[in-house]
């Protein structure tokens, strides 16, 4: 996930450096380095719910152990033949 926020960052840096003809590095700090900190915390926040087994919960067999509702095969209310 860091390296994916890094590419789009730098991606939109390089962007707008050339779209707007402006100084590299006079553009680093308005599209990229203030923000860093909250990609840090969305990063961080995102590795522990996935790491805790937050995407457990999402497959079908486990929803039993979590808690939550088995849908059929084909997510179809029961007996209508409808979603």
Known sequence: MAI???IIMLSGWAWF???????PLLT???TV???IPG????ISL?????????NWCASNRAKT?????????????PGTGLL
């Open 65 to 77: 152990e979590c808690g939550l509702p088995q849908s059929n095969s084909m997510n179809l209310a």
């Open 39 to 42: 990609d840090i915390i969305k």
């Open 4 to 6: 994916g926020s890094a």
């Open 33 to 35: 380095i203030k923000f």
């Open 17 to 23: 450096s050339v779209v707007m003809r402006t100084s």
């Open 28 to 30: 680093l700090y308005a």
């Open 46 to 54: 995102a590795a522990a719910v996935l790491h805790q087994g937050g």
